[in-house]
């Protein structure tokens, strides 16, 4: 129902009909519903991610920094630069989004536009999250074994619970999991992180590709 009001619409526009004096602010109504609108869907969708990233960024980076008199600060500096990331892409995807329901402009045209670089964004989100991972997993692990290790050899004094984990840094088995282990978490990310963008925007992206079409069609 939504497509077909938005081709009767764009129909009369190209005949020139007043049958819909304000068509365009009718299409941005249509995009701006809340429950039925992919934009108004994807910038919910965003919302929500970016809530849940900053909760969860916010508990790492609090844990890392005071943890053991913060031994691994540098994991807090390492996650916070990756938060920080996350927060300006959430603000030029946003103000993206908000362009897209613009009326100011012609309706069709301004969709094409945006709607391009809107996929731009989400293949760089995808590209990135699936990099990031891997690398933040072996720098993290890096960086707690060379701390780790640093302090073994100034004399501290290691809890029972550490000690463990020291003596398996010393046996080669310990880096072969952690270059496969690596490999495993890169290998699942990208399945994951390919199901979790399609779920969150490539279904409501290919909704805004399918009402293009059928304008198109008109």
């Known amino acids: ?23 365009n602010s009718e299409i941005l109504s249509m995009l701006g519903k809340k429950s039925q609108s992919p934009v108004a869907k994807i910038r919910r969708n965003l919302l929500w991610e970016l809530i849940s990233i ?105 809890t029972d619970r550490v000690q463990p984990m020291l003596n398996t840094v010393q046996d080669h088995q310990y880096f072969t999991e952690f270059l496969i282990g690596g490999a495993v978490v890169t290998f699942l990310i990208y399945f994951a992180n390919k199901w979790y963008i399609k779920k969150l925007y490539g279904q409501h992206i290919s909704h805004l590709r399918e009402l293009l079409r059928q304008m198109d069609e008109v």
């Open 1 to 23: 129902m939504e497509l077909d009001s938005l081709k009767e619409i764009w129909k009369d526009q190209e005949k020139g009909m007043d049958r819909y004096p304000d068509s």
């Open 54 to 158: 900053v909760v969860i960024y916010v508990a790492f980076i609090a844990y890392y920094a005071f943890s053991r008199r913060g031994q691994y600060w540098e994991i807090a500096v390492m996650l916070g630069l990756v938060g920080i990331g996350f927060v300006f892409y959430y603000y030029h995807k946003n103000k993206l989004l908000k362009s897209m329901q613009r009326v100011d402009v012609e309706v069709k045209s301004n969709l094409q536009i945006q709607l391009a670089t809107l996929e731009k964004y989400v293949r760089f989100y995808f590209l990135a999250g699936t990099l990031l991972t891997p690398l933040l997993y072996y720098l993290t692990g890096l960086i707690i074994l060379y701390k780790s290790k640093s302090h073994q050899l100034s004399g501290d004094v290691l």
